[in-house]
């Protein structure tokens, strides 16, 4: 199980840092959880998802992470399914 601990930065913000039991490494949960950094590319789901529309980021976040956050990998499928319907039938609308 993951322990929480928190962390007050200089700018009095609020992190939670998770700490892997296995390995000891310490994940800013916050700002860069593991889920969203842990790509073989290095590249962070954010820095490519801040740049579309809101229906399709959250898709590809969901898409992202599948397996990765939690073991139900078929519930972020259908996440990333529905956000993708929504913007199907936002665009139909145009």
């Known amino acids: 199980m993951e322990q929480l601990e ?6 009095h913000r609020l992190a939670a840092i998770a700490q892997n039991g296995n390995t000891g490494e310490h994940y800013d949960m916050v700002n860069h ?12 789901c954010i820095t490519v998802t801040e740049h579309m529309t809101f229906c399709i980021g959250n898709a590809i ?12 990998a078929i519930q972020d ?8 319907d929504r913007e199907i039938a936002r665009r139909k609308k145009k």
């Open 33 to 44: 959880p593991p889920h969203y950094t842990s790509h073989p590319s290095g590249i962070e």
């Open 6 to 11: 928190l962390d007050f930065g200089d700018e």
């Open 77 to 84: 499928l259908e996440k990333a399914r529905w956000y993708i």
């Open 61 to 72: 976040k969901y898409l992202w992470r599948v397996g990765l956050k939690s073991d139900n």
